[in-house]
């Protein structure tokens, strides 16, 4: 006898069937179902958005809560929900009925999610190479280790190492959370950890350090997650390189390198230094680095422009990252050779692959006529007014961030130095247990 057996798919197009669910269950990402999901560890900024939507919901539609009620104590709820909810059996879900297996219903999935409400291109990325390394590090990192386990057909120890390394990297990129307006220079590496542009951000970091092709050209699936963990090592230790108290980092100040004066996070950027570290690295040329990190900073702060002149050239985050470290390896081999900014800025603009760039131009004028400052003035401002007398280190005298802060012993231990106050001065983790030794 020959057994068939039919196996249906639900495909959520656009997801309504989802926000359906979210209504009926009150669970806008915060409930007991996501609770559930995402082991207890909702982060604050997901409750808030989630009851940001509860509130929406309720105020142009009505709870679900009130709608059941509305059939047996019509009296205690609102006439229209009374009316509404009369109507509501009568309303139909339009579905699409796929004929075949998984693999058919993947492709209908795919196909349906790119008509009226496309799905986002990095989770439509992520979704199709799901089994492979570095879209199951992604999901991790962001999920800071939680959240529907990608990894779950591991083994145990495998698991664990996944979710310890992906929850460091997590606290690494996105801790202190990101407030808006800034009102203090302690902000996150990375940006808002729940944005549109931070899932391709933790992708395209992963596969800038470990060298893989945006398109996934020549990468297999993982079956053991051994793959995952080396890939999560090694973004892990650039990451303690960025900023972290790890002794190997160089504490780069968010502010500084990854945010623009109006204090919005800049994805090219951070990806930027991230090649230009890792080229720094391999090359052996961290000290260099160091040497002139003060004149560095101060270029980065001066003509934070050009990044963006970049950007405008090349049209796209993956095409503009390399360019800009490329321009920033120029700048630290100029200021190594004693030049000034000034004649280091108009050698690389006569370079053909810098000829594009237009330096001194004015900044727009603020002609607004509004009386309330916007967030972004407000972040500009603070940046402006704070920026001058932040904390530096005292070995490189480059900006210091809280999250890569070390204590130093001015006179060495070895050679007597005690730890009393006097003897004592902040540094970058690197310039005390790197560059100083």
Known sequence: MQIIIRLAFVIDGSHRLSSLSAWVNDDYGDGDISKYFYDTMIPDEQKEIA?????????????????????????????????????????????????????????????????????????????????????????????????????????DEIQNQIQEIAEEINQILFEPK???????????LA???????????????INIVN?????????????????????????RRIAYKLNSNHPSSLGLHPIVYFYSRQGRHRTVSFLAMVDFLIVLDRQNKLNSFIKVRKD??????????????????????QDSYKHISNLFQKVIIGLNSQNTIENIIN??????DFNYLK?????????????????????EIYIRD????????KICNGFIHRNSIHIDHKQRKRDGGSATVDNGQITHPYCNSGYKN
Not at 215 to 235: F, H, R, V
Not at 364 to 379: G, R
């Open 51 to 155: 009851d940001q939507t509860r509130k929406l919901v309720n105020k142009k539609v009505g709870s679900y809560r009130d709608f059941r009620l509305a059939l047996t104590h019509p009296d205690k709820v609102k006439p229209e929900i009374v009316e509404y909810s009369k109507n509501l059996a009568a309303l139909a879900i339009q579905l699409q009925w796929v004929e075949g297996d998984a693999s058919k219903a993947e492709n209908s999935y795919f196909k349906i999610n790119q008509q009226s409400a496309p799905i986002d291109k990095t989770e439509r990325k992520l979704l199709k190479s799901r089994r492979k390394p570095n879209s199951i590090a992604a999901r991790a990192i962001i999920r800071s280790g939680k959240g529907n386990k990608y990894w779950s057909s591991f083994s």
């Open 178 to 188: 990101l407030q808006t307006p800034i009102k203090t220079l302690d902000v996150p």
């Open 191 to 205: 940006g808002k950890l729940y944005s549109n542009q931070t899932l391709s951000l933790i992708l395209d970091f």
């Open 211 to 235: 060298n893989i092709d945006f398109n996934n050209k020549g990468l297999n699936d993982d079956t053991t997650g051994e793959t995952t963990i080396e890939l999560l090592k090694k973004t």
């Open 296 to 317: 560095f900073e101060g270029f980065i702060l001066d003509y934070d422009y050009l990044t963006q002149q970049i950007l405008y050239k090349k049209r796209s985050v």
């Open 347 to 352: 050698d690389i603009t006569s370079n053909r």
């Open 359 to 379: 330096i001194g131009q004015e900044k727009k004028q603020d002609n607004s006529c509004e009386q309330d400052f916007k967030t972004n003035k407000k972040s």
């Open 386 to 393: 704070t920026l001058s007398n932040a904390p530096r280190c």
